[in-house]
Each structure stands twice: as C-alpha cells, then as structure tokens.
C-alpha cells in the first residue's frame, strides 16, 4: 500500500502564490510518475501537472502553463507543485497521486494523497 501526503494548501489572494508538497514514504519513488489534479466543488477531478521519473519530464494542462512548476526530489521522495499568479478559478482540492503510466487520466495513477484544499480570494 502506497501512502502519499500532501501539505502546503491554504488562503491566498489573487495574483498570489502556494507550494503544494508530496511525501511519498516507502516506495521506489524515483521510478514512479507523480501527478497533481484537483476539484473544485460541483466539479469532476481534472489534471495539473505531472513529472516523470527517472528523466523528470514534466507536462501541464493549459491552464496552468506558465503559472505552476513541479518538480521532484528523488532523494526525499517528494513531489512540489509552486503555484504562482494564482487566480480564483484555481480554487480547489489538490490531490497528489502516484502510477507508473505517465497522462492526463486520473485513471492512470492507483495512489492518491488526501488531498489539500487551496482557496484564493478575489
């Protein structure tokens, strides 16, 4: 069983910035891909970002390109999502996840975190 912890969320206003965090204890993370989706109330889930293994190849969805970096420490087994120009639409639970298959679908990863909420005031 894969446990995943997420820490970082919070309130912030618009145009500020978070850092979302991810411990993955316990697993050969540095072979795995690690993503970052979230949902938003009345929402379905829907991808951020994710960051391959060994090579760190990163992808993001549109709208957020530009705005958030993530990145990995292989070393620590953590997974860091820099959230900056944060804008209201970007309010949601963030969910931290893990698989061995890197895409978009939520259905690729098999571990998940708890989730964080982020809140960003207009």
């Known amino acids: 069983q894969v446990r995943l912890v997420e820490s970082g969320g919070g309130l912030v206003g618009t145009g500020g910035s978070l850092r979302l965090s991810c411990a993955a204890p316990?697993?050969?993370?540095?072979?795995?891909?690690m993503g970052w989706f979230r949902q938003a109330p009345g929402k379905s889930r829907e991808f951020v970002a994710f960051i391959r293994g060994i090579s760190s190849i990163t992808w993001y969805a549109d709208s957020v390109k530009g705005r958030f970096t993530i990145s990995r420490d292989n070393a620590e087994a953590t997974v860091s999502l820099q959230m900056n120009s944060l804008r209201p639409e970007d309010t949601a639970v963030y969910y931290c996840?893990?698989?061995?298959?890197?895409?978009?679908?939520?259905?690729?990863?098999?571990?998940w975190g708890q989730g964080t909420q982020v809140t960003v005031s207009s």
């Open positions: 996840a893990a698989g061995d298959v890197a895409g978009v679908a939520a259905n690729l990863y098999p571990y």
């Open positions: 316990g697993r050969t993370f540095s072979r795995n891909v």
